[in-house]
Each structure stands twice: as structure tokens, then as C-alpha cells.
């Protein structure tokens, strides 16, 4: 072994494209998207490295062309669960002892080839497999996988670094193993980014792990795991598993090597397998590490201060970059009377203003929802608000599956503040706004902070400094990741660690050595230079 201490430096987060017409990049994104619209990609189970085919399968197709086929995928079974089980736990053993610098060059490595060798591929897949622009794709994809693979190396040398104080005659340091057994990574479609770091930040810290990824994700995450592979990932690390959540998940939960769940999704999944593995407890190894990033119903709060320009343009990025289905999505809004007028009429024009089309067509800022079963969820709400004396569409409310999931992006002034699109998650391009008597604030402040369970991301506009960090300190469980005058999306690896809680997840900060630190069982060594000989204590010889 190398007798080297070794640190990896704070990275430059990866620079984002533009994709300007008649740029290099912009023709070969282009290029790529033609390519991959003409395949249709057959997606194996991987498990210990080996493709697997269990001829139960389903169909990948596009959520902006629902008739068009992208891919076919196998489902995991029990039987195949199983193997995943036996290949993480048989992995582990040699991974885990992987000096440490070597598993941080498998990651290096892995965000190398998506800079280089693969962005177009690793875009192009994420436009067309779960609708994003060329922009949202190229900051998730692309940069934000990039960053969590370089910083992430960073972070571990940091973590590796804290060692204990020693004294006279005696030797202390702290080893950081890997948990005993495997995780199981259960990653959402929203973010291609994000799979990768439910799996690349154990493995990072020496654990091996089981991967279920979304359905409405398997081109791109199958994709990101070929360049794991292609990276120097050994056999079994990670073990890539589609097919149904229950099957996965009850399988894995069952086994006493389960060491840890990372999660982003549903508070329903997370809830559910939160209660299976506590009635799984006498069962395992060791207490398993559960993580997860679950619902938000992120707001902007506006002061009779705000810039109303301002206001208006970050709460239409926020709400409506790629259809609202981010977790920090803007998705309430509580705005003073005074300035309401002109925060409706620039809100509601930017919004009629909006193209919305294909994922290949660069003119659009918005493509469809990701799924039928998600465009009725989404419907039903903007349903009821048509319905409701409580509440007002005023700009969009109309929708069309015919071709694709399009949803046109819809604002609604509820007239209750705890009308049910102010309080319930909707994951979609719908966003509720309140409008409060200037005079009751604080009223105003305390409705923000009281009516939704959830505390991820949400942000205040104001030009009153003080009223902005009053606000601010208010409302500091609200939301594990704020904003002053910015949208409440878009959070930067190692800028701005992102998690929240209360409803929202454990808030153990991916982007942040923090997130890292949970996936490691710390072993202190003491070694005494010059054992004792005897048992008596020094002031005890005057009694002999």
C-alpha cells in the first residue's frame, strides 16, 4: 500500500453549457438525440457484473411521446433479488479494504467520462426518458453527477483526516469502516444526478449496494451504470435492479445483511419501508442506517418590499422548470395586497407565455409530466380547483395525454390559505398563491410555517434587509435549505447542501460530507506503547 497521505483538493464545480446555436455541443446533442430516438435498448438486470435477463419485461417509451418506444427492460424477481443479496454481501468483503484512494479514482474516473465521452449520451437519454430540456438535463445529468463524483472524493478525504488526540504512552486513531452488510439505493426519475449519488456516495465510503431504480428512469440510470462499470467499478458494488418497488424491497428488507437504506421519493415508500425495517430489527446484523429525501412543498414568501419584477420571474423558474416535478419546486406562494397586482399580471403573462413540446426542441421551456398515472394525479388537483369556491385558476388549467402528458402550467389564488393545493404535495406544474393584508404579516408568516407538514426548500423576497432575516429566523424549520432573494431550487454541490425535514426527509445534506459521514461505522484503535504491570494505583503503596 502507498504510505501517502493523500488529499483530494475542493473541486470546480463542472461548468454548464449553453448549447448556443452552432455551438460544437449544441450539434452534437443534436446528433445524439437522432441517434438514440431510432433504438430501442434492451435493459438488463446487472448483477456481480453479469447482464441478466428474466423475460418479464416492460417498456421504456417517451413521456412527451408516450407511443414512442425507447427501451425494453427486465424485472427482477425474488430469485434474482436474492443473487443481488449474495453478490453486494460477497463484493463487500474486498471493496470495503480497497484502500480508499483507489475507490475515489472510480469515482473521478466515472465523472471524467461524463464530461468527456459521454455527456451527449447521458443527455440525450435523460431528455428523452424523462422529458427535460436541454438545460435542466445538462445541470442534472450532466454537472450535478459530475459534482457529487468529484466533490464526494473530497469530502471522504476530509472525513478520513479527523483523527483523534493521543497521549504519553499511547497511540489513537479512528478507522472509518464500511457498514457491515449492503444499502439499498432506491432512486427516484427526477434527477439523474441523484441516482447516482444514492449509489456512489456509500460506495464511495466502501459499501456495496442494491439498486432500484425508478421505472420512468431506466434509460438514463442504466447508462450511469455502464460508465460506473466502464470507470473500474468491481463486480457486485453495485448491483442494478428494475422492476417492482414491493418485490425489491421486501426481499432486501427481509435480509439480515440489509445495513442501510438511501432514498429519495415518496413519503408513502419511505414511511413503508421505514416500518418494515422496524419490524425487521431483531433480525440484523447491526442497526441499519436509514436516509432518505422524501416530499416539499416548497414557498416563496414575499414582503411588502419585494422587487415585484423579481419575484415574479424566479417563481415562474421555480415553479415551472421541468413541469414542477423537482422537490424544491416552487409550489405556494403567500404575496401582500399591495403588491399583488403587478406580481399577478407579470406571473400570469410569463406563464400564457410559456412554450411548452417535445424534449428535442430547444424552443420549449416545459415537456410533459412523466407518466399518465402522474398527469391524473396532477389533473385532479387543477379539477378541483376549477370546482372549489375557495380557489381561482388564473392562468392555465387545461391539459391534453393524447400524445404526451402535457399539463399547461397553472397558477391558482386560493382564498383559503389552507386550501388543499396550499397544504398537499402536487409534483407538478401547479402553483398556489395566497394573498395576505399587508398589516397581518405576522399572521401571514405564521401560516407559511404551520400549514404544510413538510421543511425542504423556500425563500423570502425582500429589499428590507432586517425584515429578510427576520423572516428568515421565523421560519428556520420550514425549510432545511433557504433562500434571500433567489428561487427555492437549483441547490449547487458543495455550495449549497441540500436535505430538509420534518416531513421532508432526514436532511442528512447530499452535496456535504455530512451525507457521507452516515455511511461509515467509525472503529476507535487505542494502543498503549507500555502496558501496566501491576493492578495497584501508585497512592495505594502506602497502605501495603
Known amino acids: 500500500m502507498n504510505n501517502a497521505i493523500y488529499s483530494f483538493r475542493s473541486p470546480d464545480n463542472e461548468p454548464v453549457l449553453d448549447y448556443l446555436k452552432g455551438s460544437p455541443e449544441r450539434k452534437g446533442i443534436e446528433e445524439e438525440l437522432k441517434r438514440q430516438t431510432k433504438l430501442e435498448v434492451e435493459i438488463p438486470?446487472?448483477?456481480?457484473?453479469?447482464?441478466?435477463?428474466?423475460?418479464?419485461?416492460?417498456?421504456?417509451?417517451?413521456?412527451?411521446?408516450?407511443?414512442?418506444?425507447?427501451?425494453?427492460?427486465?424485472?427482477?424477481?425474488?430469485?434474482?433479488?436474492?443473487?443481488?443479496?449474495?453478490?453486494?454481501?460477497?463484493?463487500q468483503k474486498e471493496w470495503s479494504v480497497t484502500p480508499w484512494t483507489v475507490r475515489a479514482s472510480v469515482l473521478l474516473k466515472a465523472a471524467e467520462l461524463i464530461a468527456t465521452k459521454y455527456r451527449h449520451t447521458m443527455n440525450a437519454a435523460t431528455m428523452l426518458g424523462q422529458s427535460k430540456t436541454i438545460f435542466q438535463s445538462e445541470i442534472d445529468a450532466v454537472c450535478e453527477a459530475i459534482d457529487f463524483l468529484r466533490y464526494n472524493a473530497h469530502f471522504a478525504g476530509k472525513i478520513y483526516d479527523a483523527q483523534p488526540k493521543s497521549a504519553m504512552n499511547q497511540l489513537n486513531r479512528m478507522e472509518y469502516r464500511a457498514l457491515e452488510g449492503f444499502v439499498f439505493a432506491v432512486s427516484p426519475f427526477n434527477f439523474t444526478s441523484i441516482a447516482s449519488n444514492l449509489n456512489m456516495a456509500p460506495v464511495m465510503m466502501g459499501n456495496t449496494t442494491i439498486w432500484k431504480p425508478a421505472t420512468t428512469a431506466l434509460l438514463s440510470n442504466y447508462y450511469l451504470m455502464k460508465i460506473f462499470m466502464e470507470a473500474g467499478l468491481p463486480a457486485g458494488v453495485i448491483n442494478y435492479m428494475p422492476g417492482q418497488g414491493s418485490v425489491i424491497g421486501n426481499t432486501v428488507v427481509a435480509s439480515k445483511h440489509f445495513a442501510g437504506l438511501h432514498f429519495t421519493g415518496s413519503n408513502g415508500t419511505f414511511n413503508h419501508l421505514w416500518q418494515d425495517v422496524s419490524k425487521n430489527l431483531t433480525n440484523y446484523i447491526s442497526y441499519p442506517r436509514l436516509v432518505g429525501e422524501t416530499g416539499g412543498k416548497d414557498f416563496i414568501f414575499v414582503h411588502p418590499t419585494a422587487d415585484t419584477e423579481e419575484v415574479a420571474a424566479n417563481a415562474i423558474r421555480g415553479a415551472f422548470e421541468f413541469q414542477g416535478q423537482k422537490c424544491s419546486a416552487v409550489s405556494r406562494m403567500y404575496i401582500p395586497k399591495s403588491l399583488w397586482p403587478r406580481i399577478k399580471d407579470l406571473m400570469v403573462d410569463m406563464a400564457n407565455d410559456i412554450k411548452m413540446g417535445d424534449a428535442a426542441d430547444f424552443s420549449a421551456f416545459m415537456n410533459a409530466v412523466i407518466s399518465e398515472t402522474a398527469f391524473n394525479d396532477i389533473t385532479a388537483y387543477i379539477d378541483e380547483a376549477k370546482k372549489s369556491s375557495d380557489a381561482e385558476i388564473i392562468a392555465g388549467g387545461s391539459y391534453d395525454k393524447s400524445k404526451g402528458y402535457f399539463i399547461k402550467p397553472t397558477i391558482i389564488q386560493a382564498l383559503n390559505p389552507k386550501f388543499k393545493t396550499m397544504q398537499e404535495e402536487i409534483f407538478g406544474p401547479v402553483l398556489t398563491v395566497f394573498v395576505y393584508d399587508d398589516k397581518d404579516l405576522d399572521e401571514a408568516i405564521e401560516l407559511c410555517d404551520t400549514t404544510s407538514p413538510y421543511g425542504l426548500t423556500g425563500a423570502v423576497f425582500a429589499r428590507d434587509r432586517a425584515a429578510a432575516e427576520m423572516i428568515c429566523n421565523r421560519l428556520r424549520y420550514a425549510a432545511g435549505n433557504f433562500y434571500i432573494n433567489d428561487k427555492p431550487t437549483g441547490a449547487v454541490v458543495g455550495m449549497q447542501p441540500f436535505g430538509g425535514?420534518?416531513?421532508?426527509?432526514?436532511?442528512?445534506?447530499?452535496?456535504?460530507?455530512?451525507?457521507?459521514?452516515?455511511?461509515?461505522?467509525?472503529?476507535?484503535?487505542?494502543?498503549?506503547?507500555?502496558?501496566?504491570?501491576?493492578?495497584?494505583?501508585?497512592?495505594?503503596?502506602e497502605f501495603e
Open 45 to 91: 438486470l446487472i448483477i456481480g457484473g453479469k447482464e441478466v435477463r428474466t423475460g418479464n419485461t416492460g417498456k421504456v417509451t417517451m413521456p412527451h411521446n408516450h407511443g414512442h418506444v425507447l427501451g425494453t427492460y427486465h424485472k427482477a424477481g425474488t430469485k434474482e433479488v436474492e443473487m443481488a443479496i449474495k453478490a453486494a454481501v460477497d463484493a
Open 501 to 541: 425535514s420534518r416531513a421532508s426527509g432526514t436532511n442528512d445534506k447530499a452535496g456535504g460530507e455530512f451525507n457521507l459521514i452516515r455511511w461509515v461505522s467509525p472503529r476507535t484503535i487505542k494502543e498503549t506503547f507500555v502496558p501496566a504491570t501491576e493492578y495497584k494505583y501508585p497512592y495505594q503503596k
